[in-house]
């Protein structure tokens, strides 16, 4: 299992390399700094149309028998179905009138959230249910598999490279997506689940409280460029997004390889066995801070060799701003994962007070980090910010640890 899903993630990390290359080369940052924007909404979406429930869907899934995990998911589905419609019916026509944009790219984009907030309920319920090649393929199906049929589209006819194209061939990997998912699983979905029908209604409060911790999650990894896109010019944006999307390589790769599908077996330790929750925590630090390490050089030589050696890729180089925003996102996916670790433990509180309190001290940080020293004052507002909840996250753990230890004598 671990060969396959490390096979669909290194492929989908190459399409996201290629896209990432072609945009600049082709589009310009302009374009980049754009679809950047564009990726931030998209997975905004999941967190601000979920109201806190897939926290506590994935604790629900695991342990539970099969009739009550096909309700809980069924239940899970079709609220985020009914949240997307009502969103839609309210906001897009505002959004048509006041986004300033084509309508065709307007409704693209909306699409787009649509594809996201499901995907992401698909995603968080396949690696509950321990199916993690599926999961990890239906990852890589919305976010990756498409580009090649965008980059060939470009190479076919000029008159389709452009962001439209990309935008729409990734709601088409999104389509696909959940089509395939539903015919692999389509049969166990429509069986009973009767003992999970009324869960969303029955959890939304509980979700609540978590919501403002899944948007704070969002914007620490992406309010970043909100935040630029309005204190530095187009072309600094895009430089911001192109060594952001490299970065993020690193995360991508580690978040959907070890960190994600850890969290089954967390919580299971946790319930069963603390001393070995915590041994198991260690290791899979020193995996995800040693990976980490690796995968992060391993990309800033990337993006010198080919400045340096190919120049018609036009890839940008700035050595400072492209060492501190990897280093900075090196120890914001070990925050991720200390949240995971929570998340295990059901620390609902300091998950989510941690999580918001990062949120709103990195957006305060950058305004005027930005404004003073651009890009290069945002990556280091992200480092410090990251490294000082990581110090808190960690004293968190330890606190839960302690309880928990106390709590079984």
């Not at 389509?175 to 209604?201: K, Q, Y």
């Not at 978590?210 to 430089?239: H, Y």
């Not at 945002?378 to 709590?407: C, D, M, P």
């Amino acid at each position: 299992m671990g060969g396959s899903i490390a096979s669909i993630r290194l492929t989908a990390i190459a399409m996201r390399f290629a896209l990432t290359i072609f945009i600049t080369a082709n589009l310009g940052l302009e374009a980049m700094g754009q679809f950047g924007l564009v990726l931030g909404l998209g997975a905004l979406a999941p967190a601000l149309f979920g109201f806190g429930l897939n926290f506590h869907m994935a604790r629900a899934i695991v342990g539970s028998d099969e009739e009550r995990q096909v309700g809980i998911i069924r239940s899970r589905m079709g609220f985020t179905l009914a949240v997307l419609l009502l969103a839609t019916i309210t906001g897009l026509p505002f959004a048509i009138s006041e986004a300033g944009m084509p309508l065709a790219l307007v409704l693209f984009i909306a699409a787009i959230l649509w594809g996201e907030a499901l995907g992401m309920d698909i995603y968080i319920a396949l690696t509950a249910l321990r199916f993690n090649v599926l999961a990890n393929f239906s990852l890589a199906m919305r976010s990756a598999f498409w580009i090649p049929v965008a980059v060939g589209l470009a190479g076919y006819s000029p008159e389709y490279a452009n962001l439209q194209t990309i935008l729409a061939c990734w709601i088409a990997g999104q389509v696909a997506n959940i089509i395939i998912v539903f015919a692999v699983l389509g049969s166990r979905l429509r069986s009973s689940g009767s003992m999970g029908e009324g869960w969303s209604r029955a959890t939304i409060k509980d979700g609540l409280r978590i919501w403002p911790s899944d948007l704070a999650l969002v914007l620490i990894a992406f309010g970043d460029r909100f935040i630029l896109s309005g204190t530095v010019d187009e072309r600094e944006l895009g430089i911001f997004v192109f060594f952001w999307s490299f970065a993020n390589v690193a995360q991508t790769l580690i978040q959907a390889a070890i960190i994600t599908p850890s969290l089954p077996k967390l919580i299971q330790l946790h319930r069963e066995d603390v001393v070995a929750w915590k041994k198991q925590i260690r290791q899979l630090a020193a995996i995800v801070m040693v990976s980490g390490s690796v995968l992060g050089a391993g990309i800033y030589a990337f993006v010198f060799l080919v400045h340096t050696y190919f120049p018609q890729a036009n890839f940008p180089w700035a050595p400072v701003f492209g060492a501190t925003i990897i280093v900075a996102t090196i120890v914001r996916f070990v925050g991720d994962f200390l949240s995971t670790v929570l998340n295990s433990a059901g620390a609902a509180n300091a998950y989510s007070v941690l999580n918001v309190g990062f949120a709103v001290t990195l957006m305060a940080a950058l305004i005027p980090a930005s404004m003073w020293a651009g890009i290069h004052g945002a990556a280091l507002a992200l480092l410090a910010v990251a490294g000082v909840f990581n110090l808190l996250k960690l004293k968190a753990v330890r606190a839960v640890y302690q309880t928990a230890i106390g709590g079984s004598r």
